[in-house]
């Protein structure tokens, strides 16, 4: 049996991880974390990769309970914050969507899009594509400005590849209509989005025990993200 989370800890993971290590995570995205390299004391986990140009603020992929990160796909290229990670018992793509002034086209959603795209090698069947997109296919049509690809062909694509958003099948939700929130904005309970997501492959789908959401009367002191946790029974 395996636990996998993703979680925006909005920064200072090393003050918080002890409430999400408490839901006994195996394999755990962090978006807005701390480069462990820098300062903390990260003996809770087996192992960990780190990507992001500021120390205070990346991506983490962080394991436990003895599951080591066996290999890390390497890329030299637009797409910073997708961090490809392969274990003993699941292939993982962590997400962190953001916005991209430079270049709006490609910003949050767009930026999943264009990742896809250059890197198809690095979704398969055996993969999980896990994080914070920071997008909802209700802002597809986005008044500022056109998208290089919005979250309908994110879906495409993904779907393409045999996966599936674990909380849609299982809750028989179609996108756009989630009554579960994974984003509070500016910690508000009146604005509430679902904008975190994990898809498996179909075959992992069928073995996957819980789905777990945070609640926000837990989770909005330590970050206006609330973690979505997946326990999958039979992963290989």
């Not at 120390?55 to 030299?76: C, D, M, S, Y």
């Not at 953001?98 to 979704?123: C, T, W």
Request: aromatic share 12%.
């Amino acid at each position: 049996m395996t636990r996998v989370a993703t979680w925006n800890c909005n920064m200072a993971f090393r003050n918080k991880k002890d409430q999400i290590i408490e839901h006994n995570p195996d394999i755990l995205v962090v978006q807005e974390c701390e480069n462990p390299a820098s300062k903390g004391d990260w003996s809770e986990f087996t192992d960990w990769r780190w990507i992001g140009d500021n120390e205070h603020k990346g991506l983490g992929v962080f394991t436990r309970n003895g599951l080591r990160i066996e290999a890390v796909q390497p890329r030299v290229d637009d797409c910073e914050y997708f961090l490809s990670v392969e274990t003993s018992e699941l292939d993982v793509v962590g997400v962190w969507a953001m916005n991209d002034e430079q270049n709006p086209a490609q910003r949050y959603i767009g930026q999943v899009y264009s990742f896809l795209k250059s890197h198809p090698e690095e979704v398969d069947k055996n993969t999980a594509v896990i994080g914070d997109f920071n997008w909802n296919i209700i802002w597809d049509e986005s008044p500022n400005s056109s998208l290089c690809g919005d979250f309908s062909d994110v879906l495409g694509i993904l779907n393409s590849h045999g996966l599936r958003s674990v909380y849609h099948e299982l809750t028989d939700t179609t996108f756009g209509n989630e009554d579960t929130a994974t984003f509070y904005m500016h910690k508000k309970a009146e604005r509430p989005y679902h904008i975190d997501y994990a898809f498996l492959p179909e075959p992992l789908l069928r073995s996957v025990g819980e789905l777990e959401i945070g609640e926000f009367d837990e989770w909005t002191e330590a970050s206006d993200h609330m973690p979505l946790m997946v326990e999958i029974e039979n992963t290989r």
